[in-house]
């Protein structure tokens, strides 16, 4: 169950992002790498679209990428951040870089 679903009265908008990602770090088993890799810029860029709530086309769009390459750039940011999901990687991506 997800926080929204317990507190119906809860909209995304009213609550900060950090929160959020504390309520899903609660329930959520990360995975821990051993060392987290290094990021490239791209998808650092790549990932903060995406936690925005940016689809991947209109992330491809913004930077001039194929879809193909976000959905690659999205899935190595979730594998170098050790998430298990996008909304994972997103949390992990705002407490790194802030």
């Not at 317990?6 to 995304?12: E, K, T």
């Not at 650092?44 to 995406?50: F, P, S």
């Not at 930077?63 to 994972?88: K, M, N």
């Amino acid at each position: 169950m997800s926080v929204y679903q317990a507190v119906p009265a809860v909209r995304r908008e009213d609550v900060a992002p950090e929160l959020v990602c504390e309520v899903y770090e609660l329930g959520s088993r990360r995975r821990t790498p051993a060392a987290a890799k290094e990021l490239t810029s791209r998808q650092v860029a790549i990932g903060r679209m995406m936690s925005t709530g940016a689809k991947d086309a209109a992330i491809a769009r913004e930077l001039g990428l194929s879809l193909r390459t976000v959905r690659s750039e999205i899935s190595a940011l979730i594998a170098g951040l050790g998430a298990r999901s996008r909304f994972q990687a997103g949390c992990l991506l705002v407490r790194r870089f802030g």
